[in-house]
Nanobody, 121 residues
Framework: QVQLVESGGGLVEAGGSLRLSCVAS????????MAWFRQGPGKEREFVAA????????SYADSVKGRFTISRDNAKNTVYLQMNSLKPEDTAIYYC??????????????WGQGTRVTVSS
């Protein structure tokens, strides 16, 4: 049974930082593309960042480039999203996803339950 469990969300002031974690179990993690998506209030789910099983190449949405960093620790079956210089528009539920390849579209096989990030102005 595949499980993706996110953590690290919370309330932060604008300009602050958070680090999200996603622990994967039950899949061939070391051969999976991993990604983060988010869904803000009243918005559709959108791509944030993706990473291949080897740690590269990496893709980012234009809205987070230079502020967010995706990484993975295969020894811990964990993918991270370091979020710096947070803005109120980053407020969303953040979802971890896993699939055969890293993609910028939501065509992943497995999804976590999400972790909420709220950025106050």
């Amino acid at each position: 049974q595949v499980q993706l469990v996110e953590s690290g969300g919370g309330l932060v002031e604008a300009g602050g930082s958070l680090r999200l974690s996603c622990v994967a179990s039950g899949l061939s993690y070391r051969r999976s593309g991993m990604a983060w998506f988010r869904q803000g209030p009243g918005k559709e789910r959108e791509f944030v960042a993706a990473i291949s099983w080897s740690g590269g190449p990496i893709s980012y949405a234009d809205s987070v480039k230079g502020r967010f960093t995706i990484s993975r620790d295969n020894a811990k079956n964990t993918v991270y999203l370091q979020m710096n210089s947070l803005k109120p528009e980053d407020t969303a539920i953040y979802y971890c996803a896993a699939g055969r390849y890293p993609m910028t579209t939501p065509d992943y096989d497995y999804w976590g339950q999400g972790t909420r990030v709220t950025v106050s102005s």
